[in-house]
């Protein structure tokens, strides 16, 4: 199956600084999707981006189909941006594969 | 409802014991699924219903483990003579269409401690 390496693994912020997270798929994928989970362990889907670049708000992502990664970027970060980041994505059927996370932890 | 719910949220089972595990997806919503998710991992697929037909079940780890959404909108996820192993968050989330591409919102999970 396909293996998803999600860089990097830890991340401690200032408040109000920039940051970038960077998603490796040893694979092509379809429907990649960025998550947020906070802090009581509420996944939420920030993006939905098989290729291309959205935004939202101080969020952004970026997919590279053909060089199988992915770019979520988050400017003036915020003490609420703490969590963990998924990026998640399948190769065709409903069996989606979470990468391991990108652990955020701003300070205030 | 607004959103999907699941009970219980944190669950102590005894070693052998069976637990059962009860999500409620978004109203309307066609696609269900259960994740496995381990402390500091990400979440694992085991699941996948489209209305009530289980299409996927290949990630359920042994055969202890059962789910079920037999009227196509409430699923249980049952486990059977429980280990410590069990022990992990199972999320389930839902989605409005067939289409992989749908948005898949996720409950806030049922936290499983074996000892």
């Known amino acids: 199956g396909i293996q998803v390496e999600q860089s990097p693994p830890d991340l401690i912020l200032q408040e109000g600084a920039n940051s970038t997270l960077r998603c490796n798929f040893s694979d092509s994928v379809n429907n990649l999707q960025w998550f947020h989970q906070n802090p009581w362990g509420q996944l939420i889907n920030l993006f939905y981006?098989?290729?291309g670049t959205k935004q939202n708000g101080r969020l952004s992502a970026t997919t590279v189909a053909t060089e199988r990664y992915s770019l979520l970027y988050i400017s003036s970060s915020q003490t609420t941006d703490s969590g963990v980041y998924f990026c998640?994505?399948?190769?065709?059927?409903?069996?989606?594969?979470f990468g391991a996370g990108t652990r955020l932890f701003v300070k205030a | 409802g607004a959103g999907v719910s699941q009970s219980p949220r944190y669950k102590v089972a005894k070693r052998g014991q069976d637990v059962a595990l009860r999500c409620d997806p978004i109203s309307g919503h066609v696609s269900l699924f259960w994740y496995q998710q381990a402390l500091g991992q990400g979440p694992e697929f085991l699941t996948y219903?489209?209305?009530?037909?289980?299409?996927?079940k290949s990630g359920l780890p042994s055969d202890r483990f059962f789910a079920e959404r037999p009227e196509g909108s409430v699923s249980t996820l049952k486990i059977q003579r429980t280990q410590q192993e069990d022990s992990a968050v199972y999320l389930c989330?839902?989605?409005?269409?067939?289409?992989?591409?749908?948005?898949?919102?996720f409950g806030e999970g049922s936290w499983l401690t074996v000892v």
């Open positions: 998640a994505g399948d190769t065709g059927g409903f069996k989606t594969i």
């Open positions: 219903f489209q209305n009530e037909a289980q299409l996927d």
């Open positions: 989330a839902s989605s409005l269409g067939v289409s992989s591409g749908n948005t898949i919102y």
């Open positions: 981006i098989p290729s």
